[in-house]
Every structure is written in structure tokens, then in C-alpha cells.
Nanobody, 115 residues
Framework: QVQLVESGGGLVQPGGSLRLSCAASGSIFSITAMAWHRQAPGKQRELVAVINNGGSTNYADSLKGRFTISRDKAKNTVYLQMNSLKPEDTAVYYC?????????WGQGTQVTVSS
């Protein structure tokens, strides 16, 4: 089992920045990649960014240049730096731990972009 705990969400004004954190614990040796997804009200959950064990990253095309995924192996923590935030970035952001057998999900953290 893998446990994921997100933090760092909140209310931010348009144009502002936030950094989300995801701390992983449990059977972390089974994780092959970590990702961030988000789900806005009334919309489907979508992939935001992913980073694999080799450090390679991938992003949703619409978010390239504004969002950055990174990790601290020593802390078993993955981050999502979000810059130039827009109202349409408002969503619940979920951390995902990907293994060969399944995906593990955190409880989500709310990000609201509003003036």
C-alpha cells in the first residue's frame, strides 16, 4: 500500500503562484512514477503533470510553461509549482502514485484562483 498526502492548496489571486506538495509513504519502492491530476467542478479529471523514477517529466500541453513538477527523493515528496495562475486553474488537485499494478490517489487539495 502507498499513502499520499497533499498539502499547499488554498485561495490565490489571478497571476499568483502556489506550490503543492505530496508526501508518499508505505510501499514507495513500488512506485514507478508520480503525477498530479486535477478535477474542476463539472469536468472530468485530467492529467496535469507526471515525473518518472528517472526524472523525466511530461505535462498537459495547455499547462506547459506555467506548471513545474519536481521531486525530493530524500523526502519522498513530489511538488507542483504553479505560476501565473488563472481562474480556470481552480480545481481539486490530486497526487497520484503509479505502480505496475495500480494507481494510488491522495485525498486532494483545493486550489481556488479568484480575486
Amino acid at each position: 500500500q502507498v499513502q499520499l498526502v497533499e498539502s499547499g492548496g488554498g485561495l490565490v489571486q489571478p497571476g499568483g503562484s502556489l506550490r503543492l506538495s505530496c508526501a508518499a509513504s508505505g510501499s514507495i519502492f513500488s512506485i514507478t512514477a508520480m503525477a498530479w491530476h486535477r478535477q474542476a467542478p463539472g469536468k472530468q479529471r485530467e492529467l496535469v503533470a507526471v515525473i518518472n523514477n528517472g526524472g523525466s517529466t511530461n505535462y498537459a500541453d495547455s499547462l506547459k510553461g506555467r506548471f513545474t513538477i519536481s521531486r525530493d527523493k530524500a523526502k519522498n515528496t513530489v511538488y507542483l509549482q504553479m505560476n501565473s495562475l488563472k481562474p480556470e486553474d481552480t480545481a481539486v488537485y490530486y497526487c497520484t502514485g503509479l505502480t505496475l499494478g495500480r494507481a494510488y490517489w491522495g485525498q486532494g487539495t483545493q486550489v481556488t484562483v479568484s480575486s
